[in-house]
């Protein structure tokens, strides 16, 4: 059977052809044939393996295109990548690998193309199109990948001891997969990566976030984090999450398992947003209930200042796995550090000041913070389920009203520091905060609205109270 359809950006053909001319041939292997049959849509990164040496290959298609794309070369691993036409091609030479046990570089030999197949993470990764004129279009899967992705298997084309240790990345990867597809990942895999899970140690940080990303931005991360759980991983990359595994009991209290919970309320958030912060913040909201558990004989089970000691751990948690130290965390310790905040407001009767000190505390994320908070609701008693919700609503119908009334969000003084010095011939002097402070408090108070005019007056009768005096009278 020919899948010239697969092939058909003119590109392909071009390939097929400086191969030809070089007497070398030359196959599409990897994502982008997985995504044909997976029907996933077009891959923009296209691999090219080459039986010979991928980067004359890509210098001579580079040749033949009217644009003369220039080749980045990475000599070291032997591969040319070429931009064109919004496709990234990366060329490599077939390769024989062996890894040493310490690094994730390989020791390179030339290979036939099975050799390569062989080489690749799972057999789904491991399909390839011929580019030959004498082959263009017909599939070489000596693995069964398409046996397995029909039958939605992640499955190694080697032993998956020799897979995985070679790359312990793949651990992730197979995992990541399994998400996204919501494919199984074959017993003999799970055993391999259960067993190999120390070696995750040998790999950058950076990889391990990206795939963490993936897999907090799937339809159902849940099924990820599950199963890194159950391989032991998540205990070797986010320990955090890990120790709010259990129930514990005592005098017949017992508290929720707080790390199902989490899982259930990152799928929830999943249903709503793709915001990868937002999602992350829903991941992390509850970390800071381990170290603050505390059993107390009258009120039984508490959490005391999670969300501020969660806020905290949130940037232990970013430095320690180099992620971005900059707004990103901070929304997503903003988003810990208020995260019982509206859970509270919608407990009691909804008061606009409550929502206004809301709203001026979250500023822009307030929208968010909403988002988390809804997703934060697992109650399975469908009289709780409906009255949270209602709730919830409730406030969010207030932050509007108040929003529009108040204009609190982003929130300037409607007087300034400068205008009250001027108002009372005073020199910068801690008064002028004094009276700053009550205008803002009167204004979330609800004492008077946002306005110059009330709040101008306020100050008046605030520096009097002083004992201030207005320096034209
Ligand atoms: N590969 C591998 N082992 C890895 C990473 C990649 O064997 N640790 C192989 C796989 O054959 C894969 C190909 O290299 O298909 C390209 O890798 P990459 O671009 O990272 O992934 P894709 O499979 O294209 O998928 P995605 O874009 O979703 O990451």
Redesign the pocket.
Known sequence: MSYKNALKHSIFEVIGNCADDLKIDAYV????V??FFLKRGE?K?I?VVAIGSGIKLAEKVASVLETKPEVTIFKNFGTAMLKYQGLEL?FVGARKESYTRDS?NPVVENGSLEDDQN????TI??LAFGLNKSNFGSLLDSFNGVRDLEEKTIRTPLNPDI?YSD?P??MM?AI??AT?LDFVIEEKSLQAISSNRERIKIISKERIVDELH?ILLSKKPSKGFALLNKMGLLQLILPELTALQGIEEIEGQRHKDNFWHTLEVVDNIAETTTNLWLRWAALLHDIGKAPTKKFHKKIGWTFHAHEFVGSKMVYKLFKRLRMPLNDKMKFVQKMVLMSSRPVILSEEHVTDSAVRRLVFDAGDYVDDLMTLCEADITTKNPRKQKKYKNNFKTVREKIVEVEERDKIRNFQPPVTGEEIMQTFGLKPSKEIGIIKDAIKEAILEGEIPNQYAAAHEFMLKKGKSLGLKEKNK
Do not use: H, P, S
């Open positions: 292997i990897g994502g982008f997985r995504d891959a990164d691999d990366e994730r080489r690749r993470d799972f990764n491991a897979t790359d990345l793949r990867r990541r997969f996204q993936k």
